[in-house]
């Protein structure tokens, strides 16, 4: 069974741009999460998707949004990108929805110039 | 609020030493999921373990053991015999009924072992 993949797995964005990530789940996983992770902040909760429902939010700013498609797809957009948004932004998709093991995508690392 | 301390930063060993990371956590909850995952230089997180709060059993599985012990909001991981390919990031993780698949994670302890 594949993993779940991300693309792209490297970006370098000027400040002020904006960025779509995207994820594709482990198949038959309908619950798709984000997380952001940076040496200062660690991994933190961005959103979670199931069957294209936002289901929780973190405590980040409107500039993060994500959507789910109906095949459980998920992408995540950044727009008026800060040069604090540089991180490993971290997918991971689960079977089920509620405190589930979830299993995480390789990540895209987003370095913001 | 919920919150998870990996008190230990970085921990070094030599290969087949033992090694213990510490987990402490705070959830107001009575019904809540404790997790840790391995982060290996690739990035990856690498799920190990998912517990919920009314099991109290250690599990052990090959060289890993857990130990959760809910007096003392503690959820320690204990590596027996450590090799190389143990060297990564370990992430202690909580997550409480209702709240979906969020988790809230520890800061992390590196592990390095070294042969």
């Known amino acids: 069974k594949a993993g779940v993949t991300q693309t792209p797995r490297y970006l370098i964005k000027t400040r002020g741009q904006q960025v779509t990530l995207s994820c594709s789940p482990i198949s038959g996983h309908r619950s798709v999460s984000w997380y952001q992770q940076t040496p200062g902040q660690g991994l933190q909760f961005l959103f979670e998707?199931?069957?294209?429902?936002?289901?929780n939010k973190g405590n980040f700013p409107g500039r993060f949004s994500g959507r789910q498609f109906s095949n459980s797809r998920s992408e995540m957009n950044v727009s008026t990108l800060e040069l604090g948004d540089s991180a490993l932004y971290l997918c991971?998709?689960?079977?089920?929805?509620?405190?589930?093991?979830?299993?995480f995508g390789p990540g895209t690392r987003l370095t913001v110039t | 609020a919920q919150k998870v301390t990996q008190a230990q930063t970085e921990i070094s060993v030599v290969e087949k030493e033992d090694v213990t990371l510490d987990c402490v956590y705070e959830t107001r909850d009575t019904t809540y999921y404790l997790f840790w995952y391995k982060q290996p230089p690739s990035g990856e997180l690498v799920f190990l373990i998912r517990r919920n709060s009314f099991d109290e059993q250690n599990e052990i599985s090959g060289r890993y053991s857990w130990n959760f012990q809910k007096s003392t909001s503690s959820f320690n991981f204990t590596i027996t015999a450590s090799q190389v390919v143990d060297s990564a990031v370990y992430f202690c993780?909580?997550?409480?009924?209702?709240?979906?698949?969020?988790?809230?994670f520890g800061a992390g302890t590196i592990l390095r072992v070294k042969s």
């Open positions: 993780a909580l997550s409480e009924v209702g709240y979906g698949n969020k988790l809230v």
């Open positions: 991971a998709s689960s079977l089920k929805q509620d405190s589930y093991e979830q299993y």
């Open positions: 998707y199931f069957s294209e429902t936002q289901r």
